[in-house]
């Protein structure tokens, strides 16, 4: 009886463990993608940072401002914004299917407008698997309280 009651236990924890073991190395493949960025950001690699972003990606800012993929590399292009440090604390990472949220708090050291600043956000990003990979296509920023 008891051997019964295992056989189909153990055959459905065999059956499940793929499904556990494919989440979780979506999840550290999602963040080893956010320490990308963040190094792409640092490194003033543009390339590589917009490698990393789907071409429908849009950016709401803390500031309330509404970028494009284009419109925000061009901005890190120009040079207003030198990323001179960005750390982040462990994130949160929900998948769905071929989607994906990462929420989590970062900080970051910039030169803005010739202005240094240190500033913490709390974030939200949407990350979707495309043909190429997992591409960042939406991100949202608020500003920390002890950031303003």
């Known amino acids: 009886m008891i051997m019964k009651m295992c056989v189909p236990t153990m055959w459905l924890a065999l059956m499940l463990a793929p499904v556990a073991a494919g989440a979780a190395s979506v999840e550290e493949q999602l963040n080893q993608l956010e320490e990308q960025r963040h190094q792409a950001l640092v490194g003033g ?58 929420t989590g708090v970062e900080r970051v050291e910039a030169t803005v407008e010739g202005k240094d600043k240190t500033v913490g956000s709390r974030y939200l990003h949407v990350w979707a698997n495309e043909a190429q990979g997992w591409r960042l296509v939406a991100r949202q920023a608020t500003y920390l309280t002890e950031s303003r």
Do not use: C, Q
Not at 70 to 84: N, T
């Open 45 to 102: 690699n543009w390339d590589d940072l917009a490698a990393l972003h789907g071409e429908a990606f849009v950016y709401n800012s803390a500031t309330g401002t509404s970028l494009t993929k284009k419109a925000f590399i061009g901005h890190m292009k120009s040079g207003a914004v030198l990323v001179r440090r960005a750390t982040r604390e462990p994130a949160t990472v929900r998948v769905y299917g071929n989607v994906a949220v990462v």
